[in-house]
């Protein structure tokens, strides 16, 4: 169905278009070799090591951090927003989740790697969810531990300093970020082992958990994009879709509806 409040691009010949293309690409080729200099600027980071004994509640009953790596040397979590006063995860981040398949999860495990959730919802909780859901991630409770707290994925002042993607509360609301100053946040944090020595090499917030791609990037390959307001050109907005971060999002199992 055509929306026609979204302004096409121009229309031009074939060699108008190659030449354009062309000078795209260079800028593309630009932006690849930045990202691996980047990404190897991320492997250089420094490290600390997790001297907390952190719990989770999992499948199998309660568990530590280094348990939660499955024998593996690196992991990954994503700190799924899920309040353990809510009945259902958070849609955006359900999302992303649900963009996880087979193909993910096998190659990171050859390559040493695991993948888990965590939430602070209790399992009572997360359990029905993720069934209906229909998703195989590991996924973890830190209902009743500082985990959430210390790495800035829920934000409570009585609890801790605000911090929220390495900024405090006067900047956040300087800058106008004030919905980061209480609750869920979303994040991803990532693990590397020595043995029983655990250590926090990076954690990324925001719009920084965009890094693992799903149909945010094939979207950005299209004409038309992610239709959001911040997207430029300006008039390539959606007006049924609901932006990053709406209650207008739904949850994968209703997209069929």
């Known amino acids: 169905m055509t929306d026609p409040d979204i302004e096409l691009p121009p229309v031009v010949s074939r060699e108008e278009w190659r030449e354009a293309r062309i000078e795209l690409l260079e800028e593309e080729k630009e932006l690849t070799r930045k990202r691996d200099a980047l990404n190897a600027k991320r492997r250089r980071l420094p490290m600390i090591e997790i001297e907390t004994d952190y719990t989770f509640d999992g499948p199998d009953g309660t568990v530590s951090l280094l348990d939660i790596f499955e024998g593996r040397r690196q992991l990954i979590i994503q700190h799924f927003m899920f309040d353990p006063e809510w009945e259902e995860g958070c849609p955006s981040c359900s999302m992303w989740a649900d963009h996880i398949a087979r193909g993910h999860r096998n190659h990171l495990h050859d390559r040493d790697t695991t993948l888990a959730l965590v939430s602070r919802a209790p399992r009572e909780k997360i359990e029905p969810f993720q069934e209906r859901m229909g998703w195989s991630l590991p996924w973890y409770s830190s209902y009743g531990s500082d985990f959430n707290y210390d790495f800035h994925v829920t ?16 900047t956040l609301e300087q800058k106008g970020l004030d919905y980061h100053l209480d609750g869920e946040q979303p994040g991803l944090s990532v693990f590397l082992r020595d043995g029983e020595t655990v250590y926090h090499t990076y954690s990324t917030y925001a719009r920084g958990t965009e890094q693992v791609g799903g149909a945010n990037y094939f979207l950005d390959l299209t004409p038309i994009g992610r239709q959001e307001p911040w997207e430029e050109p300006a008039r390539r907005v959606s007006t049924r879709r609901g932006k990053a971060g709406s209650e207008e999002i739904r949850y994968p199992d209703e997209y069929d509806e």
């Open 155 to 170: 934000i409570d002042d009585a609890v801790a300093p605000v911090e929220y993607n390495y900024m405090d509360a006067e």
